[in-house]
């Protein structure tokens, strides 16, 4: 049985030629059909499609645009296309989507215009060279990963809500969120709350739902997370652009893996349509003088025989940081020094007592390992020390 276009042939076939595939009645695509826009073709709808059961592919290799009066619903569709297919008005797939080659692109600067995963609708073969480029959005999903991205990568973001959601945005930005050139507002990195360090100057998401969720997300080497000064995997955490407050908030982590150059981190629970952009953040760094100084602590190498060298544990500027605590431990694992406050008191004696048999004596000559604690920061420091008779 052959499929049905429900369209009169001669106006269909005129207005192909004139300006692409122009829907002004009833367009159906029946099961089994492949339809392809091929080369200069544009999909203009100004009504509903019916029966529409079937495959629209976008190819070719000139831009495709998508617009009219009535956004299209289609089945299941496919891009591969050179360039790509430009949507001014909502397009929704109610099945599968096929990611070949080429974007889908939207109005970064218009939410209201977006690839529309309904209520059943999945991708298949999202990459780099092929995502959508601006906005997606989906409807009544709890769990949705978005396959967003600029020109050059996919960076997808998922989210994860506490229920369904009635329509859910997103849109990735490979732009500086001080002063993007896609949107108009813009969202200083140096306003925000004293919990955040330093908020990415490279790149940010724009996530809209109205329901609880927690959002997962990735960096890579180009999001220079390992450019800021002392930062660790374990410091990440995901910020927002709070539309209350007009600065950016700390959502916080629940997982981090990977490395500083590389790996992903999943937000606390949050509303997205409280927050106009998301990004990456790291925790303050010290502000003591002696922790900014001394991401970590060498080895240390201790003669205490009175010529004035080396006599004493020296910690350069360790004084200075209140609330200290320092332990020492034989190669046994026994405490064999504790001091809080330190200020160079350990010339090689004990002062744990019983299992030093002549404390006058000293310890013995080895090798032994130093914990240092500063209580106020929860920072913690260990090392190793020489112990030379």
Request: charged share 15%.
């Amino acid at each position: 049985m052959k499929s049905l276009l429900h369209i009169p042939f001669l106006l269909f076939a005129s207005l192909v030629m004139a300006q692409g595939l122009y829907n002004a009645g009833n367009l159906g695509i029946h099961a089994g059909t492949n339809m392809g826009l091929g080369l200069h073709t544009n999909l203009i709808s100004d009504t509903d499609f019916a029966y529409n059961n079937g495959l629209v592919g976008f190819y070719g290799n000139t831009v495709i645009e998508v617009s009219g009066n009535v956004p299209p619903t289609l089945w299941d569709t496919e891009i591969m296309i050179l360039e790509r297919v430009h949507l001014q008005t909502v397009l929704n797939v109610k099945n599968n989507v096929n990611f070949i080659d080429g974007d889908f692109l939207s109005p970064q600067n218009d939410q209201m215009v977006y690839l529309n995963f309904m209520d059943q609708g999945f991708f298949t073969g999202e990459s780099d060279v092929s995502k959508v480029t601006g906005f997606a959005a989906i409807n009544d999903r709890d769990f949705f990963s978005f396959p967003v991205g600029d020109r050059a990568l996919l960076r997808p973001l998922t989210l994860d809500s506490e229920g369904p959601t009635p329509l859910a945005i997103c849109a990735y930005f490979n732009e500086d969120p001080s002063a993007p050139s896609s949107i108009l507002q813009s969202f200083n990195t140096q306003q925000k709350v004293r919990d955040i360090g330093t908020v990415s100057d490279r790149e940010f998401w724009i996530v809209q739902s109205d329901v609880p969720a927690k959002v997962t997300i990735s960096w890579n080497v180009g999001s220079g997370l390992a450019l800021i000064p002392n930062a660790t995997l374990e410091s990440v955490i995901v910020v927002g652009w709070h539309k209350a407050s007009n600065q950016w908030v700390v959502i916080g982590n629940t997982a981090v893996s990977g490395d500083i150059s590389q790996g992903f981190v999943t937000s606390d629970t949050f509303v997205p349509s409280e927050y106009a952009a998301i990004t990456f953040g790291t925790i303050p760094l010290p502000t003591d003088t002696f922790a900014v100084e001394n991401p970590t602590l060498g080895n240390y190498f201790l003669s205490p025989n009175g010529d004035g060298v080396n006599d004493v544990l020296v910690i350069d500027g360790l004084e200075e940081s209140p609330n200290n605590h320092l332990s020492i431990y034989n190669r046994y694992g026994q405490k064999v020094f504790e001091k809080i406050n330190y200020t160079n008191e350990f010339g090689g004696v004990s002062n744990t007592g019983s299992f030093i048999l002549s404390q006058d004596q000293g310890l013995a000559e080895g090798v032994y390992f130093y914990v240092v604690t500063l209580e106020d920061l929860g920072l913690q420091y260990t090392g190793f020390l020489f112990l030379d008779r």
